[in-house]
Nanobody, 117 residues
C-alpha cells in the first residue's frame, strides 16, 4: 500500500482543517491507519488511529474533543478533522498504516499544518 496525505495549510488559531490520507496499491481493509505529527525540533508523535474493519479509534488524550479520525471505505481514505487549532498544533502531519493500532510499517509523506496566533 502507498499512502498520500494532503490537506495541510495555514490557518489561524481557533480554525479548522481536515487532513486526508488516501491509499493506493491495495485496500486498507484489515489494516489500521494512524496520524502522527512532528513539530520542529521534536520527535514524531502519535495523534490518532483507526482500525479499518471495526472503526475502533484511539487518540492521544490531549487531542480528544478537538481532533476526530474517520474513514471512508468507498474512497479508501482516512480523515483527520482538526478543530480549535492552536499554534502548538503546528507540525508536519503524517499518516501511516499497520496491522493494528500499535504497529506502523508504511508511511506517507507529510503535510504541513501551520497555525498562526
Amino acid at each position: 500500500v502507498q499512502l498520500q496525505a494532503c490537506g495541510g495549510g495555514l490557518v489561524q488559531a481557533g480554525g479548522s482543517l481536515r487532513l486526508s490520507c488516501t491509499a493506493s496499491g491495495r485496500t486498507l481493509s484489515s489494516l489500521a491507519v494512524g496520524w502522527f505529527r512532528q513539530a520542529p525540533g521534536k520527535p514524531r508523535s502519535f495523534v490518532a488511529g483507526i482500525t479499518w474493519s471495526s472503526g475502533t479509534t484511539n487518540y492521544v488524550d490531549s487531542m480528544k474533543g478537538r481532533f476526530t479520525i474517520s474513514r471512508d471505505n468507498a474512497k479508501d481514505t482516512v480523515y483527520l478533522q482538526m478543530t480549535s487549532l492552536k499554534p502548538e498544533d503546528t507540525a508536519v502531519y503524517y499518516c501511516a498504516s499497520g496491522r493494528n493500532l500499535y504497529s506502523w510499517d508504511v508511511w506517507g509523506q507529510g503535510t504541513l499544518v501551520t497555525v498562526s496566533s
